[in-house]
C-alpha cells in the first residue's frame, strides 16, 4: 500500500512539517506501508485549464501520475483568507476526480487564527465527498503558537492528534483492502 502525504502549497514551511510528521508516525508504526510526500513547492504546475488531463505534460502530468499511484492519502494546506490554497485546489482540479474514488483521505490545515480549522470541515471534507472518498473521522489544525520558533511542531495535543490521525488513515486504508479482497473472492 502506498500512502501519499501532499503538502498542499507552495509558499511557507508549516503544513509541509505537520504532513512530514503524519508520515513520521505511519512509517514507525507500519514499516510495510511504502511512503511518499508530494510537495507541491518542488513542481511547477500549470493552471487547471478544463482540457483531459492526459495531455498535460511536465511537471503536471508527473504530479497528477504521483496523486494517481497512491492508494491513500494525508492531504495538508495552509489557510489563507478563509480558504484552501489555489495550489491545492489547482490539484484538484487537474486530478479526474474517480482517481480519488474510494480511497481514504486524512486532513491537515494550518493557519494563524483558531477559526480557521473550520476549513477542513466545510471545505475540504466536502471536497473529498464530491470525489467520492473516504474521510478520516480525526483532522488536524495546527495554529502558529503550536511550533517551536525554528519551525518544529511542539505541541503535545497536536502531535496526538497527528499520531491519531496517523492511524485511522491506516486502519480505513486496510479495512477497506480487506473488504475488496473478500468481496472479489466471493
Do not use: W
Amino acid at each position: 500500500m502506498q500512502l501519499l502525504g501532499i503538502s498542499g502549497t507552495i509558499t511557507g514551511s508549516k503544513t509541509k512539517v505537520v504532513i512530514e510528521k503524519a508520515l513520521e508516525e505511519v512509517k514507525k508504526n507500519h514499516p510495510d506501508i511504502e511512503i511518499e510526500l508530494l510537495d507541491l513547492k518542488k513542481y511547477d504546475v500549470q493552471f487547471c485549464d478544463g482540457r483531459d488531463p492526459s495531455t498535460y505534460t511536465g511537471d503536471t502530468k508527473e504530479v497528477i501520475d504521483i496523486v494517481a499511484s497512491a492508494d491513500f492519502y494525508i492531504i495538508g494546506t495552509p489557510i489563507f483568507q478563509g480558504s484552501l490554497t489555489g495550489a491545492l485546489k489547482n490539484l484538484f482540479d487537474l486530478v479526474p476526480p474517480a482517481i480519488f474514488r474510494n480511497k481514504v483521505m486524512g486532513f491537515i490545515a494550518t493557519g494563524g487564527t483558531y477559526q480557521h480549522y473550520l476549513v477542513i470541515e466545510n471545505q475540504l471534507k466536502p471536497i473529498a465527498g464530491y470525489f467520492r472518498a473516504f474521510v478520516a473521522p480525526s483532522s488536524v489544525y495546527a495554529h502558529n503558537d503550536h511550533f517551536s520558533p525554528q519551525n518544529e511542531l511542539v505541541d503535545e495535543n497536536v502531535l496526538e492528534r497527528v499520531s491519531l490521525l496517523s492511524e485511522e488513515v491506516v486502519f480505513m486504508q486496510k479495512a477497506l483492502k480487506n473488504t475488496n479482497q473478500v468481496t472479489q473472492v466471493i
